[in-house]
C-alpha cells in the first residue's frame, strides 16, 4: 500500500501506545515475534501503560521484534525512549516500518547502523531515560518494528515520538 498526498501534523507527538489497559485499543495493537518468552505475567501492555511498578518482561534467543500498529493512520518515528528498568540496554538495534504487517522498509539497519541507546537524562522519577533517534526516516508507516539480539526485554516505560500523518484530497486542476 502506498501512501501518496501527505499531510504532517505540525507538532511532535507519541508516534507508539501509550496509556495502554491491554495488547490492543480503538488505535494501537502491540505484538512480538514468536520466540518471544513473557515472565511472570509481566505483559507486554506494561511497558505501555505508563504505570512506574508495571513493566513488560521476556526472554529470547536469537532476534527478536516489539511492534506496534497504529490503525487510524500511519506514524512517522523519529525518536525512542525507554525505561529499561535496571540497567542500560546492549546489544544492536533495529526500527524496521511496514504499511500492510507484511512487507518491511528497514529504517535503522540492525546489522549495520549498529544504533545503541544513549541516556538522554531522567524520567520525573528519576529513572534513567534512554533514547534511539532515528537519523533519516521521512516515510510514515501503520506498522512499526523495533528489532534487538540481546536475549531480553525490559521495559518500564516505552515512548517514542514523531509525527501523525493524514492524507490530503487531491482535486482535479491543482
Known amino acids: 500500500m502506498e501512501i ?5 501534523t505540525e507538532d511532535m507527538k507519541y508516534s507508539c501506545p501509550h496509556n495502554m489497559l491491554s ?3 480503538d488505535e494501537w495493537k502491540l505484538s512480538v515475534s514468536d520466540n518471544v518468552s513473557i515472565y511472570n505475567n509481566n505483559l507486554l501492555w506494561y511497558g505501555f501503560d505508563n504505570v512506574r511498578d508495571t ?3 521476556a526472554t529470547f534467543s536469537g532476534e527478536s521484534y516489539l511492534q506496534w500498529q497504529n490503525k487510524l493512520h500511519p506514524v512517522l518515528v523519529k525518536e525512542i525512549y525507554v525505561n529499561p528498568g535496571g540497567g542500560s540496554y546492549g546489544g544492536y538495534w533495529g526500527l524496521q516500518g511496514s504499511n500492510d504487517g507484511e512487507h518491511w522498509t528497514t529504517i535503522i539497519d540492525i546489522a549495520t547502523d549498529k544504533c545503541q541507546w544513549k541516556s538522554d537524562g531522567s524520567w520525573d522519577t528519576g529513572d534513567t531515560k534512554y533514547k534511539l533517534t532515528v537519523p533519516v526516516n521521512s516515510a510514515p508507516y501503520y506498522y512499526h ?3 534487538q539480539t540481546n536475549g531480553y526485554w525490559n521495559i518500564h516505560y ?17
Open 4 to 8: 501518496n498526498n501527505l499531510d504532517f
Open 23 to 25: 495488547d490492543e485499543n
Open 55 to 57: 513493566y513488560f518482561n
Open 145 to 147: 518494528r523495533l528489532i
Open 158 to 174: 516505552m515512548e517514542a515520538f514523531g509525527f501523525a500523518v493524514r492524507q490530503v484530497p487531491v482535486f482535479e486542476g491543482e
